[in-house]
């Protein structure tokens, strides 16, 4: 029992395609994606950038598989990585609450935070990007050690 498949003129006559309803011969399911309301309640800095989400509503583990650490957690370097996170994720929750007064002062804070931690980072163990080269006197980038080279929490 072999069907056609109709033309797509014909599909769009019979199912009222671009008109803005939902026609009967739709598919079987339909994605949703629900609208966040606020940038409250908010995961703290490191449980965020483990987590993959600032806000708890958002976060839907793949295959309900959650992380439970990262690997720099507790150290200099994930202390900058999760503030950065930090102000990725407003920054994008921003852009579709632009007038969410608290969120916005919030994302200045957490950015003159990172301002902070970064250069105090960058002093104290060397440079992360190579934009962080621009005020040093000289090319430090390949001076170890990197950062897997050795404990950030003993020092060693």
């Given amino acids: 029992m072999n069907k056609e498949i109709p ?50 509503g958002l976060d839907l583990p793949f295959l309900n598989k ?15 990585m999760a503030i950065e996170f930090i102000v990725k994720e407003l920054n994008l929750y921003l852009d579709t609450h632009a007038r969410d007064e608290k969120a916005f002062q919030l994302m200045r804070s957490m950015t003159a935070l990172l301002k902070e931690a970064r250069e105090r980072y960058v002093e104290l163990y060397g440079p992360v990007t190579l934009a962080d080269l621009a005020s040093s006197s000289r090319y430090t980038w390949l001076t170890g050690p990197w950062p897997w080279e050795y404990d950030e929490r003993t020092g060693d």
């Fill in 66 to 80: 959650v992380n439970k650490t990262h690997p720099y957690a507790g150290t200099p370097l994930g202390e900058l």
């Fill in 7 to 56: 033309a797509a003129d014909e599909i769009k006559a019979v199912c009222g395609c671009k008109n803005g309803e939902l026609p009967p011969c739709a598919p079987l399911a339909t994605a949703y994606v629900p609208a966040q309301e606020s940038a409250l309640p908010r995961y703290s800095n490191s449980d965020a950038l483990t987590r993959g989400t600032l806000f708890p």
